[in-house]
Each structure stands twice: as structure tokens, then as C-alpha cells.
């Protein structure tokens, strides 16, 4: 049977899922009678819930007699990884373009990534039963942004079923077969040994059967019962069942040349199979593996802790049990002196970092905090060694190291043309540099800016929703390292350093930064008897400082006249009482309080 291997890329809600729910319902891949919700793909409750991919999904149909594999990727920008793979495993892409909304940051951002990896992508506009379609004029966008010719582009209405049969002949017509993948192109030399070669382009977990791998098929075949190897790690498995998701698992006697499927391993962990590994058997030449494999990088650092301190050992548990289908969620342990003992998380994204907190909390129902996310530093010691720093409590003293580096991002930002001023000001405030300016229509354009990282990871999404009046989408990819003028602010609280708030700052917005700091505990920390002092300090140097006053007694109420120095004598009684007071009175911050802060 001929094979036609596919995927669908776009931006976030431009109805990718529901345009594969049609697929599986005109293919009879599932009876219309049995799809009893929407996104048929997205299994898990908070995809659902958000009516977002979270979770790649490969699945196989059939129409007019040609096999189609199908795989529904993530729209966001922080599982582009995932995507990456998963577009290696193909050989044609369908580009879904909102009709209402038009092209979106990270639909460029996608589209670029599927011409990267050679494959064939078919334009299609989403949504055009919307009143609020514009059809013709998406379309000469898209022309005019990307070259795909508008009577190429075709109208499709994911949720009405209407030209998605149209779609599906196209898709048998215009994508290539398997023997023209990109990787076989390529890399013609990875094939020379003649060993069967699978690459793995996702892993999950399931209590039964231990980590299932999706795999492509690119060389020989993959067959039940056989003992394999994974060439990156050289670790060695069993076959123990392989098979399509159709979309349920179905088991197979083989996966052939050319097929997407699974195998089940037994690992027990998905560290142990990652994605971008390839498959072959014990004896292959371990140099000849296919390429694109590479470690998974957090962008973004955070600690997490329990509210109770009782439940540390449960939070232990709900990070074990998500890192088993999570290979790219990372974390250690590490003790705080406000927070008690927590963990220090890494991130691919906000994204990430909000759905991993909102799982916790609600599959295992725990009450957590999660600190500021923060970037990790490298730093060139004197000795001439390098040091990642991920908390800025563990940053060396400022003698011991030369240089500090800080990861930079290029961003690309599409919004109506009337808020570029806006959108350009929020960019130059974060430390942006403006590289680029392309109008992409008559109303909209893309700007494109070179920004750290740490400028973008906290609320500065939220203000480009705010300034754009929620029209901007935006997507990034790395740059890599530059030097910074940086150094860590430390807060204290009556003298004494509190480790979980220190950051790494811009050295010029340490005034800024601190201020607010500092006025943001002044209303958490209750008065005592003694004044105390809240101070940002870079080093020895003093950046920014609030007071909180002292609780004081009316020492004069009981009297009613007499000298003046009745009442000077009180007051000096008092004052040297609260000189004494602050010289040994210590400032406990309550944890309530504390956590009250990080969440604001």
C-alpha cells in the first residue's frame, strides 16, 4: 500500500485539531457515532479544557487505497523541539491559516521550520463559515508573506467538514512518498551498513507496558519480538509489541519502510528513550545514526515548593511521576531559609513552566508555590573554567569570576500596524535591539527584535497582550550567550540576606527593580517594636531602601501638664529602648507572608 506521511502546523487556535477530527470522521477512522467531543487527538482534560495541543499525537487512516500518517503537533513556541522531530518524520505539511485572523507569528515561525526539513506544504485557509472570514484577502497575505499563489490556497471549513474531502486528494496527490524524505536525501551515508533504522520522534509513559515510543521507519523494517538498540544512549530493548495508532494502539506484526508507528519497549523511564534517538539492531555501526538528535535544553528556571511543609515528599512523587512522560522536564532539590525545602525547576517556557504547575495542583492536589522564573547564567571564573548558575543565590562572590553571559532570544512580534509604536517602545524598555520591519499587509506587520531572555520570561507577554489590545502574537528562538552588564541584588531584611529573593539584574534597572522589591515586602512584613530596614544591595553598594516604622506607645497619654521635660524624659526613655530593641531584635519573615508576595 502506497504512504503518504503528514503533518498540520499552526499557530495556536486556528483549528489544527478540529481539521484532524474531519480527517478521522471522512476517512471512517473513527465513526461519527463515537466522536463524542471535539479534538479527538488532544487526550488529555487540560487540552480540552485550554483548546490547546499540548501533546503531539501520531495517527493512521486510509483514503482511496493510500496509507495516511498523520501527526498533530503542538502550536506553541516551546514545544518547537517536538515539532522539529516530528517534521522530520514527514514529508508534506498542512499550513492551517486562520481566515479570520490571518498570519501569526508563530505560523511563520512553523513554516520556516517545515522548508528547513524539505517537505511540501499545502496552504490551507480555516474558518471560512465565520461571519468575520475574509477569505480572499488571508489569502493574498499569505501570497504575498510566504509565495504560496491564492488560487493554490484551499477554503476549507474544519468544523463544517466543507472541501476537507478536496483537502484529503491533495494531500494524496502533492505530498511525496517516504523514499523522498528529506533525511534519505541527505544523509544517504547513515543507510551504508543495511541495518533497519527508526527515528524516535516522541516517548511516553503508560503504567503497563513502560515507555511506548513513536517511531518513523526509515530503513529496513521493525518487527516484534526483536532485540534493538537506542544508538544514542546504547541502550538495548525488546520489541515487546509494535503497531499504529489508529488512534488506538494497534498492534502489528512489523512496521515497514516508510511507516509511522510505536513500540513498546518496557523501559521504565522516558529519559532512557529521547526524542530524536534512532532505532536499530544490536550490531549497527554506532556512527551511522540519523541526525537531529540533541539534549533538551531548559529556557526557564523556578522553584517550586509545598505550602505545607509536610507535603515535600509528595511534591518528590508528582515531579517522579511527570518527568516519566516529561523527559524534558528537569529538577533538583534545594532548601531555601524563607521557603523551607522545595525544588529548582527547568522549563522549555512559560507555557510549560503553567501547565506542569496546574497538573500538580490538580492531579495531585497539592497546594505549591512557584518563585519568579528566572534564566540561567554563565559565568567565566578566574581559573578559566565556566559555570552554569540557574539560582542567583548560588552565584559566586563577584571576586571570583570575570564575565557573566546571558542567554539572547530573536523574536518575532506580528501586529496591526497602528500599535507598532507601542509594541516598538515595550521592546527598547526590555533591552530590546529592532532588527527588522516587514509588512506583511496593508495593516499588519512582523517586527523582529534581538532581546535577553530574562526581559521576556515574566510579564512581558501579558504587556504586549495589554498594549496590542490582545491583536500581537509573538515568537522566539535562541541566539545563544552574550556578555551582559549584570550582577546579583540581594534583599535585606534588617541586615540579614533573604537567599530566596535574590536576582540576577541589568545593572542600570537595579535602582528600578529594588525599589519595587523593597516596597512590595514594606507591606507584607508586620511592624514590630524596632524600626526595620529593607534594602536592595548589589554587592556592598546600597541600590534602594524602604523603612517599616516601629510600633510605637503613647509613653506621653498619662500626662496632663507640668514641664516640658516630664514628657522629653519619657520620649528618651523610649528612644534608647528602641535603639537596644534594634540592635538585638531579629526580623522573621512569616511564610504566609512571603508566599502572599511571590504571588503577586
Known amino acids: 500500500m502506497s504512504v503518504r506521511n503528514f503533518c498540520i502546523i499552526a499557530h495556536i487556535d486556528h483549528g489544527k485539531s478540529t481539521l484532524a477530527d474531519r480527517f478521522l470522521e471522512i476517512t471512517g477512522t473513527i465513526a461519527q457515532r463515537d466522536m463524542k467531543r471535539g479534538q479527538m487527538l488532544d487526550t488529555m482534560e487540560l487540552e480540552q479544557e485550554r483548546g490547546i495541543t499540548i501533546k503531539l499525537q501520531p495517527v493512521r487512516m486510509e483514503w482511496q487505497g493510500v496509507q495516511l500518517n498523520l501527526i498533530d503537533t503542538p502550536g506553541h513556541v516551546d514545544f518547537s523541539y517536538e515539532v522539529?522531530?516530528?517534521?522530520?518524520?514527514?514529508?508534506g505539511a498542512i499550513l492551517v491559516v486562520d481566515a479570520t485572523q490571518g498570519i501569526e507569528a508563530q505560523t511563520l515561525a512553523n513554516v520556516y521550520l517545515a522548508l528547513e526539513h524539505g517537505l511540501e506544504i499545502i496552504p490551507v485557509l480555516n474558518k471560512i463559515?465565520?461571519?468575520?472570514?475574509?477569505p480572499e484577502r488571508r489569502a493574498q497575505e499569505i501570497e504575498e508573506l510566504l509565495g504560496f499563489k491564492s488560487e493554490d490556497i484551499l477554503h476549507v471549513s474544519a468544523k463544517a467538514g466543507t472541501n476537507v474531502d478536496q483537502l484529503l486528494d491533495r494531500i494524496v496527490a502533492e505530498i511525496p512518498p517516504p523514499e523522498e524524505n528529506f533525511i534519505f536525501q541527505q544523509h544517504k551515508e547513515v543507510f551504508a551498513d543495511g541495518e533497519p533504522k527508526a527515528l524516535i520522534f516522541d516517548s511516553t509513559f503508560d503504567t503497563y507496558r513502560g515507555v511506548v515510543c513513536s517511531v518513523r521507519v526509515f530503513g529496513g523494517r521493525i518487527e516484534k519480538g526483536k532485540k534493538y538498540r537506542?544508538?544514542?544512549t546504547g541502550t538495548q530493548i525488546e520489541a515487546l509489541e509494535v503497531g499504529c495508532l489508529s488512534p488506538q494502539y494497534t498492534p502489528r506484526p512489523a512496521l515497514e519502510e516508510g511507516e509511522v508507528g510505536y513500540i513498546v519497549t518496557g523501559l521504565k523511564n522516558v529519559v532512557d528513550a529521547r526524542v530524536g534517538d534512532t532505532v536499530s539492531t544490536v550490531k549497527a555501526t554506532p556512527e551511522l545514526v540519523l541526525p537531529g538528535y540533541s539534549e533538551v535544553?531548559?529556557?526557564?528556571?523556578?522553584?517550586?515548593?509545598p505550602i505545607e511543609g509536610d507535603d515535600f515528599p509528595l511534591l518528590r512523587k508528582a515531579l517522579e511521576k511527570l518527568s516519566l512522560n516529561d523527559a524534558s522536564l528537569q529538577y533538583a532539590a534545594e532548601h531555601s531559609g524563607a521557603l523551607g525545602h522545595g525544588f529548582r525547576v527547568g522549563f522549555l517556557g512559560l507555557?510549560?513552566?503553567d501547565i506542569i504547575q496546574e497538573r500538580i495542583e490538580r492531579e495531585f492536589d497539592l497546594n505549591i508555590l512557584v518563585t519568579a522564573p528566572s534564566v540561567s547564567y554563565d559565568i567565566l571564573l578566574n581559573s578559566g573554567e565556566r559555570q552554569t548558575v540557574a539560582n542567583p543565590s548560588e552565584l559566586p562572590d563577584r571576586s571570583l569570576w570575570k564575565v557573566m553571559e546571558e542567554p539572547w532570544m530573536k523574536i518575532g512580534v506580528m501586529c496591526p500596524t497602528e500599535m507598532i509604536g507601542g509594541v516598538m517602545t515595550l521592546c527598547t524598555e526590555r533591552r530590546g535591539l529592532s532588527k527588522n520591519i516587514q509588512y506583511t499587509g496593508a495593516e499588519r506587520a512582523e517586527l523582529t527584535f534581538e532581546i535577553p531572555l530574562a526581559s521576556i520570561v515574566t510579564d512581558f507577554y501579558d504587556d504586549l497582550k495589554s498594549i496590542s489590545s490582545g491583536y500581537a502574537s509573538m515568537s522566539y528562538e535562541p541566539l545563544g550567550l552574550r556578555e551582559g552588564n549584570l550582577a546579583r541584588m540581594d534583599i535585606l531584611v534588617a541586615g540579614d540576606r533573604v537567599d530566596a529573593l535574590s536576582q540576577i539584574v541589568f545593572k542600570p534597572d537595579a535602582h528600578k527593580i529594588g525599589l519595587e522589591w523593597c516596597k512590595k515586602l514594606k507591606e507584607i512584613i508586620p511592624r514590630a517594636q524596632f524600626a526595620i530596614a529593607i534594602q536592595a544591595a548589589i554587592g556592598g553598594k546600597i541600590v534602594a531602601r524602604e523603612t517599616i516604622s516601629a510600633m510605637r506607645k503613647d509613653?506621653?497619654?498619662?500626662l496632663y501638664g507640668g514641664d516640658v521635660t516630664r514628657k522629653n524624659k519619657l520620649l528618651n526613655k523610649q528612644k534608647k529602648g528602641k535603639k537596644r530593641l534594634k540592635q538585638f531584635g531579629k526580623v522573621t519573615i512569616p511564610q504566609n507572608a512571603f508566599f502572599a508576595m511571590m504571588k503577586k
Open 129 to 134: 463559515d465565520l461571519p468575520a472570514a475574509e
Open 351 to 353: 507555557l510549560h513552566l
Open 555 to 558: 509613653v506621653t497619654a498619662k
Open 230 to 232: 537506542l544508538m544514542r
Open 84 to 91: 522539529s522531530r516530528s517534521l522530520a518524520a514527514c514529508e
Open 297 to 305: 535544553t531548559p529556557f526557564v528556571y523556578a522553584g517550586i515548593y
